[in-house]
């Protein structure tokens, strides 16, 4: 039986704990995606007890960018910062990850061919970005770009790559049957919506090689009216295994808001459990992924509070725990749950704050938590 103390290896990557930082955009970067002090001093904070740490959304184009300050590994030149802070995470002990991702249509609207890139055109999430539907050269070219990407961060010194399959930015634009309605080899039934994703692992790995660690994020289940079902994660979970992917990271869309603006309607999807969700509700999708991919599972969703992330790795439903935004609020949660201090653990308020400064386009800031790098919410 597993403890969050046990150690454990994904393709030879070694994670001293089963406890994750998973990715969090801070819009802490700068305005060309570089990495500042304020990206130091975050992730150094909270890289000194976890096992692994997942870096935010980082674009593999600045077209691709989620809010302007966004990570980037779209040229040689932002290297440097990313190497600088691999070693910062690596030198606390955990393993570093950087997730790699390209926004579609939930870009930040800061210009460039691919803003509002999409699977179909129809479908938008914000009124200042228009959708299109790419082409298959811009396919390929979307392919080779994150092939570049995950060199980039490779080159860096990051121990692996995690490729963003969720949350509908471009990979799960085309994994839902919400927003990919093509009918060309790129769309059609679950295993034909996985096409654009396993192309670009495939890319990964041949860039890669056989002995670097990919972890891929995906969405279990999409809870909007039309999006992904757990039985078509499922089978792409399946897919993604034999595909060559190392460990799945199991996220999901707690729920979508639908936005009017102009008699245009925009969805507003969640990634975070609201108030009302208990602790470690995704635990029984990511261990339903874990038993139909035979891969290991990182599970997300509320783990920083109560007995649950102990008890699911216990009993081997999933193997690492993730636990996002109670890490922004106490940077020691990780820490205090590992040494039995749960007490001591200052609460997220679940108040949405963090996320709510990003979509006003400032940097990160927490109610709870009033030493962020970022500017100071108003009390
Ligand atoms: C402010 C904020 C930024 C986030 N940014 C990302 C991101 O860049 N990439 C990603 O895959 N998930 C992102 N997420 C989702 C988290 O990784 C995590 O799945 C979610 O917060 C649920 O975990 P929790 O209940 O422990 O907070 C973000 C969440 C928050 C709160």
């Known amino acids: ?123 938008a999430f914000r009124p200042d970005v228009t959708p299109f539907n790419m082409s298959l050269t811009q396919i390929d070219s979307m392919v080779s770009d994150f092939a570049a990407a995950v060199g980039r961060a490779a080159d860096a010194g990051f121990d692996g790559v995690e490729i963003h399959g969720a949350h509908f930015y471009l990979i799960s634009q085309f994994l839902s049957p919400l927003t990919n309605q093509r009918n060309d080899r790129y769309g059609g039934d679950a295993r034909g919506r996985a096409t654009f994703a396993l192309e670009v692992v495939r890319a990964a790995r041949e860039r890669l090689g056989r002995d670097y660690p990919i972890l891929f994020r995906l969405n279990a289940v999409e809870k909007v009216e039309g999006g992904q079902t757990l039985e078509d994660a499922l089978v792409v979970s399946r897919l993604l295994a034999d595909e060559g992917v190392d460990a799945l990271d199991v996220s999901l869309i707690t729920q979508g808001s639908w936005r009017e603006v102009d008699d245009r309607r925009f969805l507003v999807p969640a990634s975070a459990f609201p108030k009302d969700e208990q602790a470690g509700a995704n635990v029984p999708l990511a261990a339903k992924v874990k038993e139909a991919s035979g891969l290991p599972v990182i599970a997300v969703g509320k783990l920083g ?74 009390p």
């Open 305 to 378: 509070d109560g007995p649950v992330a102990a008890e699911s790795v216990h009993d081997s439903l999933i193997d690492v725990v993730a636990i996002g935004r109670q890490m922004i609020a106490d940077p020691d949660s990780a820490g205090k749950i590992l040494a039995g201090k749960d007490s001591e653990i200052i609460p997220c308020e679940e108040c949405m704050t963090c996320f709510a400064s990003l979509g006003k386009g400032i940097p990160m800031v927490c109610k709870v938590n009033r030493n962020l790098p970022g500017v100071s919410p108003s």
């Open 1 to 123: 039986m597993a403890t969050l103390r046990d150690e454990v290896m994904i393709n030879g990557m070694r994670l001293r704990n089963r406890v994750a930082l998973p990715p969090l955009t801070t819009n802490y970067g700068s305005p060309d995606g570089l990495v500042t002090d304020g990206i130091i001093q975050f992730y150094g904070e909270r890289s000194k007890d976890v096992g692994l740490v997942i870096v935010e959304a980082t674009a593999v184009r600045s077209d691709g960018r989620i809010v302007q300050g966004s990570l980037g590994l779209w040229e040689d030149g932002q290297v440097a910062g990313m190497a600088r802070l691999a070693d910062a995470i690596k030198k606390s002990g955990a393993a570093a990850v950087v997730e790699i991702s390209h926004a579609g249509a939930r870009c930040f609207p800061g210009g460039g061919e691919m803003e509002g890139a999409s699977p179909s055109a129809g479908f």
